[in-house]
């Protein structure tokens, strides 16, 4: 499966941004799927993913309550709704789908095996 992700932008701290993460290929409506960001001069970070099925969720607790992931089997779409954005959510944003994975193992140890796509950036003001 080819992932793109969109929906990137400038804005200001408390400000809302929704990312976009579009599959082609492959069967992506049993993909669990995941956004995970990387701010310069940092390490990769888990930041929320759902199971296919949309049953499971599961935030990285800095997020939790901040942001919301969601996911459009039909137009083979995965949402994260950002909302009270702070300067330290900058970051390119990267989404990732496993069809061998769940929401909380993608979370806990991470989606190396998981197709990849290319990355939005997320600037937050102050």
């Known amino acids: 499966v080819q992932l793109q992700a969109s929906g990137g932008g400038l804005v200001q701290a408390g400000g809302s941004l929704r990312l976009s993460c579009a599959a082609s290929?492959?069967?992506?409506?049993?993909?669990?799927v995941g956004w995970f960001r990387q701010a310069p001069g940092k390490e990769r970070e888990f930041v929320a993913a759902?199971?296919?099925?949309?049953?499971?969720?599961y935030y990285a607790d800095s997020v939790e309550g901040r942001f919301t992931i969601s996911r459009n089997n039909a137009k083979n779409t995965v949402y994260l709704e950002m909302n009270s954005l702070k300067p330290e959510d900058t970051a390119v944003y990267y989404c990732?789908?496993?069809?061998?994975?769940?929401?909380?193992?993608?979370?806990?140890?991470?989606?190396?095996?998981?197709?990849w796509g290319q990355g939005t950036l997320v600037t937050v003001s102050s």
């Open positions: 290929g492959g069967t992506f409506k049993t993909y669990t």
């Open positions: 759902i199971s296919w099925n949309r049953e499971n969720s």
């Open positions: 990732v789908a496993d069809p061998l994975s769940t929401a909380q193992v993608m979370g806990v140890l991470g989606a190396d095996s998981g197709s």
